[in-house]
């Protein structure tokens, strides 16, 4: 059985129960996709996930590491100087708490619904104005240099930047509307591996807008309230898949169907005729 898949969760962490909390993934399932997301937080079977991405991990732990000594120091770091952003890392009691996606993240209770909603940050900077810079990590490879996301998928990542810039606002925070990614880019434009990979840091910037996730998080709530399984997304491959396997199943079981004894077969027949 694979480790990093568990298909049915314990109830207490369903909708309802007491260990059930909204992160933010959980936001970006439901605007992707409501059918899995009741299916996920309400009957308790989630989508199963990706295998997780060490390399893309191991960057961001590197990342925080050099941004931590920037925040030790009360420091810019060159990128940002390099980008004339005047900020610097935040330091905050609270950051690691913050950065902590799994059991915590930044929280807050959402009024008209009463859902705790949370969701955990990869950096938080704060410019002379001390309005605090929402900062995300991403590495990838592709080719040319990264300036802009303006992919139709990037959707996800612009929600992301929302919903941390969202929750800081809840928590009485000034918070500017300029998001950033740093992304890390490995180059493949080399003779040889020789065990190391190459990057290409870039400072993206993004213009976040955060008044759509109350609207939603009324909506996300109405449908675990409901009773009734919301339509499927379009977008995803999983059903597709899970309907094409059904499909087989079906030819297979009518491939399976014994052949009639003939008495029967022939009396059939003889009434038809
Ligand atoms: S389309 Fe199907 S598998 Fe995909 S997200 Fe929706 S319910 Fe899940």
Redo the contacts with the bound molecule.
Sequence with gaps: MSLFYKPNRKPDYNYGGPKWTLSRSKID?FM??????Y?DNKLGVA?PPGFPFNLNSAVDALLKKEFDTHRANGTQHPLAKAYGLDAVPLQHARMDEWRDALRHGVKCIHKETGLTVRGGVDDIWVNKDGELIVIDYKATSKDGRIESLDEDWHRGYKRQIEIYQWLLKQNGFKVSDMGYWVYANATKDREAFDGRLDFELTLVPYQGKTDWVDGVLVQLKACLDSDTIPE?????????Y?EAVQAQELLKSVKKVKPLPTTYAQEQQTELF
């Design positions: 399932l992707e996709c409501a059918q899995c997301f299916i989508r499927a997304g379009s977008e995803c491959d999983y059903c597709r899970r």
